[in-house]
């Protein structure tokens, strides 16, 4: 089993940022990808940004290219989501993921997630 933890939400005003935090723990994989995710309410789950655990390949939805960024330290197994510019649409329960195939965006790839961190972006 792969346990996965998030940290980091909370409320922040549009154009502000927030880093998001999943630990990992666990059985992990020689080749793996982490994946965040959120779910707005009333919204089906969607991708949000991948990164290859081993190689570092990383992968974003067009909505937050250019805002999010997703990076990984493999000495403290965890994985960041730092968000920047952050607009009301943003707002969601953020959910952390991983999959044994790296570089998926859809989240039927992935077989382990954690519990989720709400961040509230205000107008």
């Not at 154009?15 to 707005?40: D, H, K, M, V």
């Not at 953020?94 to 382990?112: F, K, L, M, T």
Request: aromatic share 14%; hydrophobic share 35%.
């Amino acid at each position: 089993q792969v346990q996965l933890v998030e940290s980091g939400g909370g409320l922040v005003q549009a154009g502000g940022s927030l880093r998001l935090s999943c630990t990992i723990s666990g059985r992990t994989f020689s080749s793996y990808g982490l994946g965040w995710f959120r779910q707005a309410p009333g919204k089906e789950r969607e991708f949000v940004a991948t990164i290859n655990w081993s190689a570092g390949t990383t992968h974003y939805a067009d909505s937050v290219k250019g805002r999010f960024f997703i990076s990984r330290e493999n000495f403290r197994n965890t994985v960041y989501l730092q968000m920047s510019n952050l607009k009301p649409e943003d707002t969601a329960v953020y959910y952390c993921a991983a999959s044994r195939i790296a570089g998926v965006r859809n989240a039927r790839d992935y077989n382990y997630w954690g519990q989720g961190t709400q961040v509230t972006v205000s107008s």
